[in-house]
């Protein structure tokens, strides 16, 4: 779908505190701007998990750095009005919870828009987090356990694991930017590692369940 209306969600200051992203209240105000993104992104993947596909709002970090340290002080979401409207209904409160994030009206989209750019899933980089590594070592040592082998074997399987994941990371160039979410199941925290696509075009693409593109069918979204 072309999507000609938006909704900003800016970050107060540098991140001057983080509301953690399960606590509806906003009284537990610490951490960062991964954090807090995450928290609004979150209340997207909620909104989207009732949608439509070709309904789905979809997101993109206006302030994104561009060497990936982190996603900025600003999310966009865009979509239709009347979702937009219910989103800030639905979500309004509790995405500023705390008094360190505002969110802006709807607003249209500019028709002279030219640079198109689509938000994907790192999902490669997402396994050679320290956290992802910890959980290939933990599922290696057990799977070699449960076969019998030796300590010693598994200590040296181990370590040729830990160096071809290091290898692989410091191979890839740049760090794309994180999100700090929380599983509304698990109520365990993790993360999205995202990348920017630049676009020559509009392109009419496909949007997953928490807004980002699918790396398979990215979908321009416009800068502005």
Known sequence: MAYNHYTDIRVKGKALASADPGDPTGSNVTGDEAMLLGRAVGAVHRTNSRLAETLRLAIS?????????????????FGTTAELERFREDHG??????????????????????SFV?????????????????????????????????????????????????????????????????SGSTGQIFSILIERIDLSGAHQGEVNIYGLSKASQPHGLPVF
């Open 118 to 182: 689509a938000y994907v899933r790192a999902r490669e980089s997402e396994k050679l987090t320290d956290s992802a590594i910890l959980r290939g070592q933990d599922r290696l040592e057990r799977r070699m356990t449960e076969r019998g082998e030796s300590r010693t074997e598994i200590a040296e399987a181990l370590i040729r694991f830990l160096r071809h994941r290091l290898g692989e990371r410091q191979g890839r160039r740049g760090t794309p930017a994180f999100l700090r979410m929380m």
């Open 93 to 114: 409160a509790f995405i500023c919870a705390g008094g360190v994030m505002e969110m802006s009206t709807v607003r249209e989209v500019p028709e002279d828009c030219v």
């Open 61 to 77: 970090f206006p302030g994104l750095d561009v060497e990936g340290r982190g996603p900025g002080a600003r999310l966009r979401i």
